[in-house]
């Protein structure tokens, strides 16, 4: 069993977790054409990377609620970003490896990491406020 935490969490902390998938998505387009280049691959599979990214993180929030009532919000969340930086890693190693898969599997898991941020930051809010507080 986990102890349960009563200290108010950082809207700050809170903000960061809600906006990292969005960062991830939006920061990445501009680079788009780089890609492809670098690649030598066609635009529609270039912007596969932004839909992998998308689904990965649509499906991703569906993993983190359970986990977060069974262990907690905070390792859940520590799991999450882990499994984020994995994705990065796996992202950044695709380019000296050349591998436009590696970069397409790292973008995924990248999504389904960050994911978690949404979903546990609406619950944590929840937690931690009265219902006419939380809005």
Not at 63 to 75: S, T
Not at 102 to 131: C, K, P, Q, W
């Amino acid at each position: 069993m986990y102890k349960i935490n009563t200290k108010k969490p950082s809207s700050l902390i809170l903000i960061k977790l809600t906006s990292s998938p969005s960062i991830g998505a939006v920061l990445f387009t501009p680079g788009l054409p780089e890609i492809i280049q670098y690649f030598g691959i066609s635009s529609g599979l270039a912007q596969l990377t932004l839909t992998l990214f998308l689904i990965g993180y649509a499906c991703g929030q569906l993993l983190y609620a359970p986990l977060a009532n069974r262990w907690g919000r905070r390792p859940t969340i520590f799991i999450g970003m882990g499994i984020a930086v994995f994705g990065s890693i796996l992202a950044i190693l695709s380019g000296p490896l050349h591998s436009f898969m590696l970069l397409l599997f790292g973008r995924l898991v990248m999504a389904i990491g960050s994911s978690v941020g949404l979903v546990l930051t609406f619950t944590i809010i929840n937690d931690f406020y009265h219902e006419h507080q939380a809005r």
